[in-house]
């Protein structure tokens, strides 16, 4: 039998080892990985030399055609695969009603699953949901286990805005994940601190982007990451913290997880809280509005502190498709919250851990790659070998360019890199072997991408190296 591609010549990483090889790819899948003379014949060569062949970026926290994000399926995953990832996750969301909702009436969780598996016909690469957990009604608990067996096998629950969940609806949240094996992912802050602290702002007309790191502090994250992180581990839930960005968030992450064990608590940071420092504010103003907010300098150094020593185990994106016209407020606190960056998220990370901080390339795919996919049920996934999907990425680690929000495929018109330089670059991205990116151009039709149902992970301890 023939092969359908051959990568030859390239420096091929996993988690766990880096070295010089080709690729056989045949029916969506890697099928032999070694000296290529050896391979059947293949219709279609790719050449790596001077390469990273390194396997598909996995997302598991991106927002896409909802309440945070005006892109589509179309533009959200040609961004996503122009950035070398080839799987993302995305949410399913329970409806609501509220100022902040588009929803005009209440509907379940299992519908917010259906109703975003049906806006996704044009995607460009492989996505998965989270269900996201948006009111306090107990129908849910019936609703988890459908989910579960629908293959959506994680769960967003807030801790803050007009969708958020007390501690103790929380806490009943997580004894039935624990019982069924779902995963919990939350976005941890807490509300009164935050809302009190808004507030005051206001109150004293302190309306510029420079003020708004104030209104939620990183103390208002602590407190929050630890109580929720302690509820998990009271009930042996499996808890995934989103968006980490402070010392003293990861101090607590860290504490309970050394009691509870990788097997129950883990977490993630996103890129732009690696790479960008809350000087932010005062260039960019409302485009750097995120909640968590972007830190001080000495944050981003605990962020790689803690990726080396693996409290922190993913670098997502957060992806959030708005435009400049979503953030053209008076006042911070009338922006939208969230910024765009799947098509960045690997050049950017790329440039400032392994060019800037002297990270692995088999470090760089445990956080972006490996891990997620493990965390996440994820099994063809985040790693080049045979029987694994053939999703891969050919990785120029030399050539240097300057980001330009002109280059953007998702509907965002701005980027919070614009004119950095950076170091690496996507050139082929491949999405069950079919090359969906060449030459850093879009070359797949949309509609590629497809639902990839998941089975409730095991989180066991990692072997991999860091």
């Given at each position: 039998?023939?092969?359908?591609?051959?990568?030859?010549?390239?420096?091929?990483?996993?988690?766990?080892?880096?070295?010089?090889?080709?690729?056989?790819?045949?029916?969506?899948?890697?099928?032999?990985?070694?000296?290529?003379?050896?391979?059947?014949?293949?219709?279609?060569?790719?050449?790596?030399?001077?390469?990273?062949?390194?396997?598909?970026?996995?997302?598991?926290?991106?927002?896409?055609?909802?309440?945070?994000?005006?892109?589509?399926?179309?533009?959200?995953?040609?961004?996503?695969?122009?950035?070398?990832?080839?799987?993302?996750?995305?949410?399913?969301?329970?409806?609501?009603?509220?100022?902040?909702?588009?929803?005009?009436?209440?509907?379940?969780?299992?519908?917010?699953?259906?109703?975003?598996?049906?806006?996704?016909?044009?995607?460009?690469?492989?996505?998965?949901?989270?269900?996201?957990?948006?009111?306090?009604?107990?129908?849910?608990?019936?609703?988890?286990?459908?989910?579960?067996?629908?293959?959506?096998?994680?769960?967003?629950?807030?801790?803050?805005?007009?969708?958020?969940?007390?501690?103790?609806?929380?806490?009943?949240?997580?004894?039935?994940?624990?019982?069924?094996?779902?995963?919990?992912?939350?976005?941890?802050?807490?509300?009164?601190?935050?809302?009190?602290?808004?507030?005051?702002?206001?109150?004293?007309?302190?309306?510029?982007?420079?003020?708004?790191?104030?209104?939620?502090?990183?103390?208002?994250e602590a407190v929050s990451a630890a109580?929720?992180?302690?509820?998990?581990?009271?009930?042996?839930?499996?808890?995934?913290?989103?968006?980490?960005?402070?010392?003293?968030?990861?101090?607590?992450?860290?504490?309970?997880?050394?009691?509870?064990?990788?097997?129950?608590?883990?977490?993630?940071?996103?890129?732009?809280?690696?790479?960008?420092?809350?000087?932010?504010?005062?260039?960019?103003?409302?485009?750097?509005?995120?909640?968590?907010?972007?830190?001080?300098?000495?944050?981003?150094?605990?962020?790689?502190?803690?990726?080396?020593?693996?409290?922190?185990?993913?670098?997502?994106?957060?992806?959030?498709?708005?435009?400049?016209?979503?953030?053209?407020?008076?006042?911070w606190w009338d922006s939208a919250f969230?910024?765009?960056?799947?098509?960045?998220?690997?050049?950017?990370?790329?440039?400032?851990?392994?060019?800037?901080?002297?990270?692995?390339?088999?470090?760089?795919?445990?956080?972006?790659?490996?891990?997620?996919?493990?965390?996440?049920?994820?099994?063809?996934?985040?790693?080049?070998?045979?029987?694994?999907?053939?999703?891969?990425?050919?990785?120029?680690?030399?050539?240097?360019?300057?980001?330009?929000?002109?280059?953007?495929?998702?509907?965002?018109?701005?980027?919070?890199?614009?004119?950095?330089?950076?170091?690496?670059?996507?050139?082929?991205?491949?999405?069950?072997g079919e090359p969906v990116v060449e030459?850093?151009?879009?070359?797949?039709?949309?509609?590629?991408?497809?639902?990839?149902?998941?089975?409730?992970?095991?989180?066991?301890?990692?072997?991999?190296?860091?």
């Amino acid at each position: 039998m023939g092969l359908d591609t051959i990568i030859r010549d390239g420096t091929v990483v996993n988690a766990d080892a880096t070295w010089e090889a080709d690729i056989g790819i045949a029916d969506e899948q890697v099928v032999a990985v070694g000296d290529a003379t050896r391979f059947p014949d293949a219709d279609k060569v790719i050449d790596a030399t001077d390469r990273i062949v390194m396997p598909g970026v996995v997302d598991p926290h991106v927002h896409v055609a909802d309440m945070f994000s005006g892109d589509t399926y179309r533009t959200a995953t040609a961004a996503a695969a122009l950035g070398g990832v080839t799987t993302i996750i995305d949410f399913g969301w329970q409806a609501w009603t509220g100022e902040m909702s588009p929803y005009d009436r209440p509907a379940s969780l299992i519908e917010g699953i259906e109703r975003k598996q049906e806006k996704a016909d044009e995607a460009f690469v492989d996505f998965s949901l989270h269900g996201g957990i948006t009111r306090e009604d107990p129908a849910v608990f019936d609703d988890l286990k459908m989910a579960i067996e629908s293959g959506v096998t994680s769960f967003k629950m807030y801790t803050t805005y007009e969708m958020g969940l007390s501690y103790g609806f929380i806490d009943r949240v997580l004894e039935q994940l624990a019982d069924i094996g779902g995963v919990a992912v939350v976005h941890t802050e807490d509300p009164t601190i935050c809302d009190t602290r808004t507030d005051m702002l206001r109150a004293a007309g302190r309306g510029d982007p420079t003020d708004y790191p104030d209104s939620r502090p990183d103390y208002a994250e602590a407190v929050s990451a630890a109580t929720v992180g302690r509820l998990a581990a009271e009930h042996g839930a499996k808890y995934y913290g989103f968006h980490t960005t402070s010392r003293k968030a990861l101090a607590e992450l860290e504490r309970v997880r050394s009691e509870a064990g990788p097997e129950t608590i883990r977490a993630e940071t996103c890129t732009h809280y690696t790479a960008l420092d809350e000087s932010v504010y005062e260039e960019q103003g409302n485009l750097a509005m995120i909640a968590p907010p972007i830190r001080p300098s000495a944050d981003q150094d605990a962020l790689f502190e803690h990726l080396r020593r693996g409290t922190l185990d993913v670098v997502s994106s957060d992806h959030c498709g708005y435009t400049r016209a979503d953030k053209d407020v008076d006042d911070w606190w009338d922006s939208a919250f969230g910024a765009n960056g799947l098509q960045t998220e690997l050049p950017v990370f790329h440039d400032e851990a392994v060019h800037g901080r002297g990270f692995s390339y088999p470090a760089l795919v445990r956080v972006k790659s490996a891990l997620p996919a493990k965390l996440f049920g994820l099994p063809r996934k985040g790693a080049i070998a045979p029987g694994a999907d053939a999703d891969i990425v050919v990785f120029d680690p030399n050539t240097t360019y300057e980001i330009d929000a002109a280059d953007n495929a998702s509907i965002s018109d701005f980027t919070l890199y614009q004119g950095r330089e950076v170091t690496g670059g996507v050139e082929t991205t491949l999405v069950r072997g079919e090359p969906v990116v060449e030459d850093g151009e879009l070359v797949a039709s949309p509609g590629h991408g497809e639902f990839v149902s998941r089975e409730p992970p095991e989180w066991t301890p990692d072997t991999v190296l860091q």
